[in-house]
């Protein structure tokens, strides 16, 4: 049903981390991989999302800021969020930058999981996405 997307690895850069640190007055990345998931901030989703349709972000940037939007919903740990215009919203940035964010999917889709309720709260959503989009990154065999 799902495809193995790992050969689309991504994560964030360096670069990027240190740039949206500076234009979001977040804490600059430590010498820590994990930047992305320590400046997940729930009270903070709705400026990160404008943050990402109105500033000039290259690629990895916006790569980089997507990491922390999902991961400041997945921080909110609340199902609600699934329900809003918000979410819609961010559903819509991922499918329209699908090319930069298929990894992001594929993760957060936990298609490891046999069962949904041992996945992330958002990964029914990846899922729909991922099947949407998925045959276009697959491996060639």
């Known amino acids: 049903m799902f495809v193995d997307l790992e050969h689309k690895w991504r994560c964030p850069t360096g670069e990027a981390m240190y ?13 820590a991989y994990d930047w992305h ?5 729930p009270a903070r ?4 999302v404008v943050a990402y349709e109105n500033l000039a972000l290259s ?12 991961n400041s919903v997945i921080d909110a ?9 918000l979410w819609k919203n961010i559903v819509m940035l991922i499918e ?16 490891e999981q ?10 029914p959503d990846m899922r729909k996405i991922l ?5 276009k990154f697959a491996q060639p065999r």
């Not at 740039?19 to 010498?31: E, F, G, H, I, K």
């Not at 992001?104 to 889709?109: E, I, L, M, T």
């Open 37 to 41: 998931y320590a400046v997940a901030d």
């Open 59 to 70: 690629d990895d940037e916006k790569f980089t800021l997507m990491e922390v939007i999902l």
């Open 131 to 135: 099947l949407q989009h998925q045959a």
């Open 96 to 111: 329209n930058n699908i090319t930069l964010h298929i990894y992001s999917v594929w993760y957060y889709a936990s298609t």
């Open 114 to 123: 046999e069962n949904i309720e041992d996945a992330w709260f958002i990964a």
């Open 19 to 31: 740039a949206l640190a500076r234009q979001l007055d977040l804490p600059p990345p430590p010498l």
């Open 77 to 85: 740990a609340d199902t609600i969020i699934l329900e809003s215009h």
């Open 45 to 48: 989703i709705e400026d990160f």
